[in-house]
Each structure stands twice: as C-alpha cells, then as structure tokens.
C-alpha cells in the first residue's frame, strides 16, 4: 500500500526535532509500492527518509519524501557456519543486532543501539567500537528510479569506506536501498579491542553475544544523548582521517591525542570529539543549540532550535577546531 501526505510536519520525523515541514511525502509497504510510485512519475525532486536519525534539515523540503516501511527479516541461506540474513529497508538496525543476537549470530553485535534503520546502514557503512557494517554486509539491494530495474549489489561494489559508500555518492538519488542482506556467524568471534569494551563485558561475565550486546548499549547510553530527551543525531562530524606526518606532528604537541590506524596508507584519523573538547566546546552552548557535555562529536538541540541555527553553530565549531589544530572535521550528518 502506498500512502501519500502533503505538507507535512517533519518534527516527528527526524531525531534533531527540528521543526521544518515536507511538500510531500509517500509512504511505501513494499519494495513493489516504490516501484509503483516512481512508474507513475518521476517526482522532480525526491530523496529517501529513514528513521530521520542522520540527517538535518535546515528549511521546508519542497520535493518528495519517500519512507518505506518493509520491516521483514529473513533467512536467505544457512550454511551451516555461515548464515545470510536479509533484512528489509524499514528494519529497525537495532531490532536487527537484537534477532541476531537471539539467534546466536555474531558479527554485527557491536554495532548495537545505533539508530536508524537497516536500509541507511549501508549508506553511511555505520560503525562503532572496532567494527563497521561493510564488514558484514554481503550484498545490497536497490530499485533504481530511472531505469526502473531492482538491482542487487555485491558488497565489493559498494564503494564502502570510513562513514563512506557509493550510495553517497555516484548512486545518491539514483538508487534505492529496499534491503540488506547479512553475512553473519555462528562461530563466536568477539571484538572487544576499543576502549572499555574488554572490560564492560567482562564485567557481564564474559564474552557472550549477550553481554557484548549489554555492554555496548551500556557504554553508548552513557556517552550519548537520548533524542527523546536532546534532538541529536549521533556524531555530527566525522573523524578526521590526515596524513600521518600531519598527525606526528600534532602527537608532538599533544602526546596525549588519540590516534587510530586509517584504511589508506601514510594515513592517519584523528578523533573530532577530542578537538571539540580541547578546543574548549565541550558542553558550550549557545541559546537553542548545544556541545553534548559527554561526547563533543554531538550536538545537541535543547530545545526549539532550528536548522539553520544548528548549522551556524556547526560552522562555529568548524572553525575553532580549525584555528586551534588547523585541522578541518567535516559533517558526518546528511545536510538538507
Ligand atoms: N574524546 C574526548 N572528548 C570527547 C569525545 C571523545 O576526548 O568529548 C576522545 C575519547 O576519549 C577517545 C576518542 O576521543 O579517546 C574517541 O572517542 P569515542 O571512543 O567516544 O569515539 P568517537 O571517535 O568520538 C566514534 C563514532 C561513534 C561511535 C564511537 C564508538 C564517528 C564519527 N563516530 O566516535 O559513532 O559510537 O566511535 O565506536 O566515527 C555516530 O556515528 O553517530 C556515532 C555515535
């Protein structure tokens, strides 16, 4: 079924809260109603909403939003070691770590309590504590508008990168993801190396899926923001990936400064929430819009800012960082 909506209120839409409105907005139950949609017209401007949770909408969208609202998760083949999972576009990413982990399917476990939905987690190959989604992300499926055909992409063509892929980029408002499918395991294999992770789950008896999951979600509510509470979405800035004699010399002066290995040799990244706090921001706010006081990669919205002055204030944030490292982070989140 395909249901339609003019002029529509955004604020419950995007977890910034930030009030803008859309000219039009369709909501599709199957990948066959977006395809049915886009036959009867091309709209001339459109783009995909998820769960609204990376994006930031600084005025009212005058295109059409397309929400698709598939919530299926499926096994695709089970070989025994190995199972493939496909998951509809409109899963909830966490519901997905969540059936994984019941079913004793390892791989994407560290990846808990991120927010948004399983078809943006390619987009942005999302990520924490050690692990990225490209890591289990055997193959993605798209329709694609124009040519009107589905498409199912192998991982190894999806461009993906450090918060990067194609669908970013040369596929952005081009392709539709309508689901992912999985490459999981039943062999346990933790990843426990980031941070405090070894010792959160440690702390839960050990290394089960459970606990891994347990400790993640325990580590991220007490670093970052409840939307519900703060519109936020997530890391507002990406962390900066520098050349490494850059990032030397920095080390130099700041011996302190964390430091991680990036995919491209002679490369090194940075953490932003690090610069953020160093250059003083950390908790800074000015009127509506805000520094998270515990995790200085998220700004926060207290209350009725809107886009434009959460952007200002980005810049703001741009701009010391850049003085005092000459260093330049840029924004993580999708700016409409
Ligand atoms: N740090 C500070 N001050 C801060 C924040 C961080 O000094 O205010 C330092 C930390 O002490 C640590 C380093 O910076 O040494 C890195 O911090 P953290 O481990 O919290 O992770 P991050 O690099 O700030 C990334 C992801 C997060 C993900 C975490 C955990 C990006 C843009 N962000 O943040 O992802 O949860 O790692 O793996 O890569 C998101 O994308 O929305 C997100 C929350």
């Avoid at 490209?134 to 798209?142: F, P, Q, W």
């Avoid at 789950?201 to 409840?226: F, Q, Y």
Wanted: aromatic share 8%; hydrophobic share 45%; proline share 4%.
């Amino acid at each position: 079924m395909i249901r339609e909506f003019h002029d529509i209120p955004l604020r419950g839409r995007n977890s910034f809260g930030i009030e803008q409105r859309a000219a039009h907005l369709v909501e599709c139950d199957t990948e066959e109603d977006v395809a049915r949609f886009f036959a009867a017209g091309m709209p001339r401007e459109w783009m995909v909403l998820g769960g609204g949770n990376n994006i930031l909408f600084t005025r009212d969208y005058g295109g059409t939003l397309v929400v698709q609202r598939a919530a299926d998760i499926r096994i695709a083949a089970d070989e025994g070691d190995t199972v493939y999972v496909e998951a509809d576009a409109g899963v909830e990413w966490d519901d997905l770590v969540a059936w994984a982990a019941d079913r004793g399917l390892w791989g994407i476990e560290n990846l808990s309590l991120i927010p948004g939905k399983a078809g943006a987690a390619p987009v942005q190959n999302i990520g924490a504590y050690g692990c990225e989604a490209k890591e289990s992300i055997a193959a993605v499926r798209t329709y694609c508008p124009e040519t009107r055909n589905t498409l199912v992409m192998d991982a190894a063509h999806c461009g993906f990168g450090y918060r990067e892929s194609v669908f970013k980029h040369q596929l952005k408002g081009r392709a539709i993801i309508t689901a992912v499918t999985l490459r999981l395991s039943r062999t346990p294999r933790p990843r426990l190396g980031y941070g405090d992770l070894a010792r959160e789950t440690e702390a839960r008896g050990g290394a089960t899926l459970h606990n891994i999951r347990e400790a993640v979600c325990a580590i991220r509510r007490s670093k970052l923001p409840d939307p519900a509470v703060a519109g936020n979405a997530g890391s507002f800035f990406k962390n900066p990936v520098v050349a490494e004699h850059v990032a030397a010399a920095l080390r130099m002066q700041h011996p302190d400064m964390p430091l991680y290995p990036a995919a491209e040799p002679g490369t090194a990244k940075l953490a932003a929430g690090w610069l953020i706090d160093r250059a003083g921001l950390k908790g800074y706010a000015e009127g509506p819009v805000g520094v998270h006081d515990r995790q200085a990669l998220v700004l926060v919205n207290r209350g009725g800012a809107t886009g434009a002055e959460v952007l200002a204030f980005a810049r703001m944030v741009q701009q010391r960082v850049e003085e005092r490292f000459g260093i330049r982070i840029d924004t993580e989140v999708n700016i409409v």
